[in-house]
């Protein structure tokens, strides 16, 4: 997926995943800032079509975004690992997202291709929107066929900028951007 840019940011599903349902195509800002918190990334995950925010108290003390049932995203809300983030990425990405420092796999479910942010505030803004972006719509590709659609139309009554892009295959998100090759 190409930066972030001003207008559009089309989100694609994965090839290997069933697509009989076109994408959302989401109408998302990239931040401007350098850094972003904890409180603005909650923000960004909340924006997305029919996102729901969970909280899940003791034992277990995640924060959890998800879509249709299937998480994208989590918060970890207890010490000594609070506000932690953890998101699904590609397989190609979690290899080099896991050799970066402050970025590990993701505990008991870093063989599903999930890593843990240790400091949201120490990773690129417009690369953590893009990953970010690119876990909800693996998602919402996880999904029925039923509740794509449903969600697909609900994006496109609630954003009217926003649109369904039949053909677009989804892309994995650029390389690490700090990264030297």
Known sequence: MSQLTKGM???????????????????????????????????FCRGFPSSTETLYGEPY????????????AYFKTSHP??????????PD?????TDVPGVKPARY???YYWITIVKVSKFPPCYLTELVEWSY???VASLSKAKRTAICSGADAAAPNSAVNADAPLAAPRAV???AG
Not at 81 to 90: D, Q, T
């Open 109 to 111: 479910r870093g063989r």
């Open 61 to 72: 003390n995640f924060l959890v975004y998800g879509v249709g049932g299937k998480k994208y």
């Open 9 to 43: 940011a089309p989100v694609r599903p994965d090839p290997s995943l069933n697509t009989d349902v076109p994408p959302v195509t989401l109408c998302r800002q990239a931040p401007t800032r350098t850094v972003m918190n904890v409180s603005q990334l909650k923000e």
């Open 93 to 97: 990405r979690f290899i080099e997202l």
């Open 177 to 179: 951007p700090w990264a």
């Open 81 to 90: 690992e609070r506000w932690r983030f953890s998101i699904r990425v590609a």
């Open 137 to 139: 719509q693996k998602a």
